[in-house]
Structures are given as structure tokens and as C-alpha cells.
């Protein structure tokens, strides 16, 4: 009775405490299972302290619960006291499994603590929990974002059981260390196995094509999306616009995104990026507006694209414009966009603005600096420019070859 409450009133915090009243006033809330759901209650609400205390009134903690503890320092990015609880367990002998060990493995993948990652590979090899296929998933990420591809392919072959998650886990981490051959490769060997791609295999290889500028591959690539049945999918449509724009083919691009059945916001965002990326001003404003008649909504990633397309033809009024909407929108205001709008202003010769907006961002990196001091430059202000070059230098910030 009480799991099924939980399971209908889980969204509020009140019903959760009242819940929870009951269980104590029923004598149950030594259960397991009753606590580990209610850890779980607590912990999707981002109340940790309660969910704490509910863990902590158990003597011996049974895995199930642990992991529902876990998971939900796990979600709310406490990743510290997701190492710190898995340390408890090891120490106190509460025993833990193969959910364990993948909790505290995207910890360390989160804090990027390579030296802790293999620690709790070695303890889930030692424990013989390396075998399910989830965590195995997660090994073979954890060493591919550390670049140790030979671990992780190391730890492919030994598994047992691979399903397409296991294979997408390790050709994408392929692709996204620029190792593309050895990708399709894979690929292959998947097919031969008989294992049926998904649509994040297929992204991942259009990516590859991306990567390796191969026009010929990808339109293969393209055509074997169709052959497996995914040519409805959104990622796989997006991803092949990105692919189609980078490789100078935004007539193809444009093609793709036309018969999507259902357009999502990044997909919108990459089309208009791809028509920047291949100096097509007018086409990608024309599309923003269609995109806004749609009564779709657009984002600081749109604007990005849009200041960068007018800094090319020095856009000045449509650039204004932009700078207009985010303000009405009250769009997010990053380093990257305003970076932008820095630059626009620079390549415009409108160095009062680009001061302003300089002088205002409170956080800058080597490309915001950089577009200040080519405004400069270009401007006729090469004083300035030495001058704010030394300003770079003093706070520590390292010189690309942009800015040299």
C-alpha cells in the first residue's frame, strides 16, 4: 500500500512526509524496500538531507537501498558524496553490486578522476560484477573520455553479453577521439554479428563522415540509414544537416530538413549554423523568420549563429537587431554570445559598442579578447590594441595564434 502511494504521490514533498509519517507510525520503516523508494521519493524532489537521514536510520544498508542512496547523489550532481557513500559501503561491508559500480563510475567520469575510475573498475572485476552490460557500457565510456582506447576495447572483448548499447558506447567513443576508421570498422563487425544499429550508431558514423570530410562515405552512410529503417528519426535528420552544411552541401542539407517529419529546436539551430558555416547571410535570416512564423521558439545558440553570419557581411542593423531580441527574450547571456556580439561589433567598426560589451563581461576567454583586439587593430587603434594585449597578458590569459 504504502510503495503504491509513494508511486502516485511522488512529485509532492508534502504527500512524500506524510508518506513517510505513516510508514514510521506503522512500524515498517526498517523495510528495505520501503526505504530505498522513499530515498528515491526524496531524492527526486532534491531534498538529499531527508533522503540521507531515511539511508542513515537503517544499520545494515542491503545494496538495493545503497544504490537508491547512490543514484540520487548521482542526479542531483553531488558526486563526492556519491565516492564518499561507495567508500562507506566497501568499508563497513555492506556489499554492493554491478548498479553500484556504475553509479560511482559517472561520479568519477563527472569529477574526471581517472585514478578513482580504475579503482572501482579493479573492485568490480575483483567482485565479479564487470559482466552486466550496463556497466560494461560504462567502462568503455569511462576510458574512452580519458583516451585510453586499448582499456576500453580491452574491456569489449572480454564481455560476455554485447548489446547495441555496448556497441554504440564503443564506436561512438571511436568517433569522438577521431579514430574513424577503426569506427566503421566496428561497424562491420557489428553487422556480422547481427546486431541491429540504432539510430545513435548511424549518428555516430554520420559524424565520422563529417569528421573525415568524406562526401561519398556519408551519402552511403545516408543511404544505409534508409536501409535500416531510420529515416524518420530526429537525431539521425540533424545530424545529417550538420554533416550535408560541413561538407559545403547545404542544398542537401536544406533537402533533409525539408522532409523532417517533426523539427525540433537543434535541428532548426543547425540548419541556420550550417548556412553561416557556408557564408549564406540572406538564406539563413530567411529561415530564422521562418522559424519564428512558425511559432517556434529560438534560443542564444540561433542568435550565435545569426551575429556571426552578420559579422561576415558587416551586418550592422541586423546585428542591432539580434542584440535587440536577446534583451526581449531574455536569452541567456554567456561568454559565447557575448563573444559574438563583441565581434560583430569589432568587424563592424562600431568599437564603442564592442568596448561596451567587453568592458560589461564579467568572465572572457582567448577568443573574446582576441575579437577585441582585431577590432582594434583593424580599426586603425593598434595602441589600444598593444595596450589591451598587456591587460591579456596580466591576467593570465594564454595567446592563441589568432591573437599573435
Request: net charge neutral; aromatic share 10%.
Amino acid at each position: 500500500r504504502f510503495l503504491s502511494l509513494l508511486h502516485e504521490f511522488s512529485n509532492a514533498l508534502l504527500s512524500v512526509k506524510s508518506i513517510h509519517a505513516q510508514i514510521i507510525t506503522n512500524s515498517v520503516s526498517k523495510h528495505h524496500f520501503l526505504s530505498s523508494n522513499l530515498v528515491r521519493s526524496y531524492s527526486e524532489l532534491g531534498c538529499l538531507g531527508l533522503a540521507r537521514k531515511v539511508f542513515d536510520k537503517i544499520p545494515q544498508p542491503k545494496p538495493i537501498l545503497c544504490n537508491s542512496m547512490l543514484n540520487g547523489y548521482l542526479r542531483n550532481q553531488c558526486y563526492k558524496e556519491t565516492i564518499e557513500l561507495f567508500e562507506l559501503m566497501g568499508a563497513s561491508d555492506w556489499g554492493f553490486d554491478s548498479y553500484s559500480c556504475n553509479f560511482v563510475l559517472k561520479a568519477c567520469m563527472e569529477l574526471e578522476d581517472y585514478e578513482r575510475g580504475t579503482e572501482v573498475i579493479k573492485r568490480a572485476v575483483d567482485h565479479r560484477v564487470d559482466g552486466d552490460k550496463f556497466l560494461g557500457s560504462s567502462m568503455i565510456n569511462f576510458f574512452m573520455k580519458f583516451g585510453d582506447f586499448d582499456s576500453a576495447r580491452r574491456v569489449f572483448n572480454q564481455m560476455i553479453s554485447r548489446d547495441v548499447v555496448c556497441w554504440n558506447s564503443m564506436i561512438g567513443g571511436y568517433v569522438k577521439g577521431c579514430y574513424y576508421v577503426a569506427a566503421f570498422d566496428l561497424f562491420l563487425e557489428m553487422i556480422l554479428c547481427g546486431v541491429r544499429p540504432s539510430a545513435i550508431t548511424m549518428v555516430s558514423l554520420v559524424q565520422a563522415c563529417g569528421g573525415m570530410r568524406d562526401l561519398e562515405l556519408g551519402k552511403r552512410v545516408h543511404g544505409l540509414v534508409l536501409v535500416f529503417g531510420l529515416g524518420t528519426d530526429v537525431l539521425v535528420h540533424t545530424a545529417l544537416i550538420d554533416m550535408y552544411s560541413k561538407l559545403g552541401e547545404h542544398v542537401r542539407a536544406r533537402s533533409v530538413f525539408d522532409i523532417m517529419p517533426a523539427k525540433t529546436l537543434v535541428s532548426w539551430n543547425v540548419i541556420i549554423s550550417g548556412y553561416v558555416q557556408n557564408c549564406l547571410h540572406y538564406e539563413a535570416f530567411d529561415l530564422f523568420q521562418k522559424l519564428v512564423l512558425t511559432g517556434g521558439g529560438f534560443d542564444s545558440g540561433t542568435i550565435i549563429s545569426l551575429l556571426q553570419s552578420c559579422a561576415q557581411v558587416a551586418d550592422l542593423d541586423s546585428g542591432k537587431v539580434l542584440h535587440g531580441y536577446i534583451f526581449r527574450k531574455g536569452l541567456d547571456i554567456n561568454v559565447i554570445l557575448c563573444t559574438a556580439l563583441v565581434d560583430l561589433y569589432s568587424k563592424c567598426g562600431a568599437l564603442k559598442e564592442a568596448t561596451f560589451m567587453f568592458d560589461r563581461m564579467k568572465n572572457r576567454n582567448v577568443i573574446t579578447w582576441t575579437a577585441m583586439l582585431v577590432g582594434l587593430a583593424q580599426n586603425g587603434h593598434a595602441e589600444d590594441a598593444i595596450r589591451l594585449f598587456g591587460k591579456m597578458q596580466e591576467e593570465g590569459v594564454t595567446a592563441n595564434s589568432t591573437t599573435l
